[in-house]
């Protein structure tokens, strides 16, 4: 497969699961701030932190509402991160590689981008309904990783499409965990309270791991939800589960199942196997939010390496008269 090919559909996947992450959380935020103090600030910031888009941000807001903040992660064409430019990017790549994807993905795709244009036409930001936008965009985006996997033959473009989706899908549930133990609460005082405890009910809804953690440990914990989202190799959205199955495509793209074969292989295995390995107090007694942003940098890594062994032109200098 062309290395552009390869790209194309691996960032495909990434923006189809960063929109949907986007969508997630947002429609759990919504909801939780109707039940806490009216505090926009310190409700709305922390979404905006987990992008990573907070600068972007302030440059074009002057002070944190909630409209402002669902229409800058929702539809601001400036915002590159945008679930409007996340589903616009995931259509344009889409038919880059028309055909290397069904029909079925195609349209599915297709429907979602008008989805969200209709949004942003008739401002659904300022709609009381808009979790049902949420809800759409959710649905839609789960309907094309159904198709997907039901349509697609496992073959080199599947396995970068699921590279992508599982890498991102990792970074967003180390951002959303890190933006709790890092911003939401307003004081050390609220640790253990009713606010607390309904933050971190929240948080497990918006990776839709509340029924699975609920189903293992039963009684909310902070260091027993950090432990499932980090450390469970069963939870498809944990960050070790997605790792295991981004491992999992690198072998089959590479070819290598004894050691590794390009520097993707080797950092990817190397972040597997930490994880593997360490216990969820050790990782409290580092710092949960230096442990989180430390394999956040490491994902980066990790897929600039894939980027590098898999997507650039190699070209042999020594060869070239």
């Given at each position: 497969?062309?290395?552009?090919?390869?790209?194309?559909?691996?960032?495909?996947?990434?923006?189809?699961?960063?929109?949907?992450?986007?969508?997630?959380?947002?429609?759990?935020?919504?909801?939780?701030?109707?039940?806490?103090p009216?505090?926009e600030?310190?409700?709305?910031?922390?979404?905006?932190?987990?992008?990573?888009?907070?600068?972007?941000?302030?440059?074009?807001n002057?002070?944190?509402?909630?409209?402002?903040?669902?229409?800058?992660?929702?539809?601001?064409?400036?915002?590159?991160?945008?679930?409007?430019?996340?589903?616009?990017?995931?259509?344009?790549?889409a038919?880059?590689?028309?055909?290397?994807?069904?029909?079925?993905?195609?349209?599915?795709?297709?429907?979602?981008?008008?989805?969200?244009?209709?949004?942003?036409?008739?401002k659904?930001?300022?709609d009381?309904n808009?979790?049902?936008?949420?809800?759409?965009?959710?649905?839609?985006?789960?309907?094309?990783?159904?198709?997907?996997?039901?349509?697609i033959?496992?073959?080199?473009?599947?396995?970068?499409g699921?590279?992508?989706?599982?890498?991102?899908?990792?970074?967003?549930?180390?951002?959303?965990?890190?933006a709790?133990?890092?911003?939401?609460?307003?004081?050390?005082?609220?640790?253990?309270?009713?606010?607390?405890l309904?933050?971190?009910?929240?948080?497990?809804?918006?990776?839709?791991?509340?029924?699975?953690?609920?189903?293992?440990?039963?009684?909310?914990?902070?260091?027993?939800?950090?432990?499932?989202?980090?450390?469970?190799?069963?939870?498809?959205?944990?960050?070790?589960?997605?790792?295991l199955?981004?491992?999992?495509?690198?072998?089959?793209?590479?070819?290598?199942?004894?050691?590794?074969?390009?520097?993707?292989?080797?950092?990817?295995?190397?972040?597997?196997?930490?994880?593997?390995?360490?216990?969820?107090?050790?990782?409290?007694?580092?710092?949960?939010?230096?442990?989180?942003?430390?394999?956040?940098?490491?994902l980066?890594?990790?897929?600039?390496?894939?980027?590098?062994?898999?997507?650039?032109?190699?070209?042999?200098?020594?060869?070239?008269?």
């Amino acid at each position: 497969m062309l290395g552009r090919v390869a790209n194309t559909i691996y960032w495909m996947n990434r923006y189809l699961e960063r929109a949907e992450n986007y969508a997630r959380f947002m429609d759990v935020n919504f909801n939780l701030s109707l039940e806490l103090p009216p505090n926009e600030m310190q409700q709305w910031q922390p979404l905006v932190v987990i992008t990573g888009d907070w600068e972007l941000y302030q440059s074009l807001n002057s002070k944190v509402e909630k409209t402002k903040v669902i229409y800058f992660l929702t539809f601001e064409e400036r915002n590159p991160n945008s679930i409007y430019n996340c589903i616009l990017n995931a259509r344009e790549n889409a038919r880059a590689v028309r055909t290397e994807i069904t029909k079925e993905v195609w349209e599915q795709i297709n429907a979602l981008y008008f989805l969200v244009k209709d949004g942003q036409d008739k401002k659904q930001c300022l709609d009381v309904n808009i979790r049902n936008f949420f809800t759409h965009i959710k649905n839609g985006c789960q309907l094309v990783y159904g198709m997907y996997d039901s349509t697609i033959s496992r073959n080199e473009g599947w396995n970068f499409g699921k590279l992508g989706q599982v890498l991102e899908r990792a970074d967003k549930t180390s951002r959303v965990l890190d933006a709790k133990y890092h911003l939401l609460l307003d004081s050390p005082t609220e640790v253990g309270s009713s606010i607390d405890l309904i933050q971190w009910a929240a948080l497990l809804k918006s990776v839709s791991a509340y029924d699975m953690y609920r189903k293992k440990y039963g009684k909310l914990s902070p260091s027993c939800i950090a432990e499932f989202l980090i450390l469970d190799k069963e939870f498809p959205r944990s960050i070790l589960a997605c790792l295991l199955i981004a491992e999992q495509s690198l072998i089959t793209l590479s070819g290598s199942a004894v050691g590794f074969s390009n520097d993707a292989q080797k950092q990817l295995g190397a972040l597997r196997s930490q994880l593997e390995y360490i216990d969820i107090n050790d990782i409290i007694d580092k710092g949960m939010h230096e442990y989180l942003d430390e394999i956040q940098g490491k994902l980066n890594k990790i897929s600039s390496a894939i980027y590098n062994s898999f997507f650039v032109i190699q070209t042999d200098y020594s060869e070239v008269k």
